[in-house]
């Protein structure tokens, strides 16, 4: 998988998620065991951080701190209200102790962008 190195495994802490930029676009790192997790990091409903959120491990999902709208982590699905949109969902990978993440060309709205653009 290609993609860009965000940050060594060690750096992430077991059930925390960490916010990481790649190619400009804000994303939030979630470390469960030894799995990672990569989506947008911005909320669907209040255009916040969800890496300032809570990570709710037995769900596998992101919660937003403002409203408290829960994200599958695995789908960018909204699992709670108020939140009715996902968020992207990015590939992670673990190399080593790098972290690699390849953005998908998912708009956070859940459209490629040639759907965005009417192709």
Request: aromatic share 2%.
């Amino acid at each position: 998988m290609s993609g860009v190195r965000v940050c060594g495994w060690s750096e992430l802490v077991d059930g925390a998620a960490r916010r990481v930029v790649v190619d400009g676009r804000p994303v939030a790192l979630v470390r469960i065991g030894e799995r990672v997790h990569a989506i947008d990091d911005v909320c669907s409903h209040a255009e916040v951080s969800l890496s300032e959120g809570d990570v709710d491990v037995e769900e596998c999902a992101l919660e937003c701190w403002k409203h408290g709208s829960l994200f599958d982590l695995e789908t960018g699905e909204a699992l709670t209200l108020p939140a009715i949109k996902p968020v992207a969902v990015h590939e992670a990978s673990v190399d080593g102790d790098d972290v690699i993440v390849q953005l998908n060309e998912t708009h956070r709205d859940g459209a490629h962008p040639d759907e965005r653009a009417g192709r």
